[in-house]
Nanobody, 118 residues
Framework: QVQLVESGGGLVQAGGPLRLSCAAS????????MGWYRQAPGKQRELLAS???????RYADSVKGRSTISRDNAKTTVYLQMNSLKPEDTAVYYCNAFLPSTPPFNYWGQGTQVTVSS
């Protein structure tokens, strides 16, 4: 089992920054990658950024260049720094942990609301 707890959401003004945190506990040594997703009303959940256990990162085009995913040295907390926020960034943001077990399994946090005001 893996538990994920997100924090850092809230109301942000357009153009401002946001930093989300995701604290993982439990079978963290089984996690091969962690990522941030978001889901806006009426839309599918989309992957924003991910980081592997080896530190490789990738970003969705929608946030590339204005977002950075990182983690602490203990690899228990993952961060998403977003800059130049836009109203269309308004969504519920979810932390994800992927375990390449048999079968593979995804764990999700409870989600944190981010609202960007114009």
């Amino acid at each position: 089992q893996v538990q994920l707890v997100e924090s850092g959401g809230g109301l942000v003004q357009a153009g401002g920054p946001l930093r989300l945190s995701c604290a993982a506990s439990g079978r963290i040594f089984s996690i091969s990658s962690m990522g941030w997703y978001r889901q806006a009303p009426g839309k599918q959940r989309e992957l924003l950024a991910s980081i592997t256990r080896g530190g490789n990162t990738r970003y969705a085009d929608s946030v590339k260049g204005r977002s950075t995913i990182s983690r602490d040295n203990a690899k228990t907390t993952v961060y998403l720094q977003m800059n130049s926020l836009k109203p269309e960034d308004t969504a519920v943001y979810y932390c994800n942990a992927f375990l390449p077990s048999t079968p593979p399994f995804n764990y999700w946090g409870q989600g944190t609301q981010v609202t960007v005001s114009s």
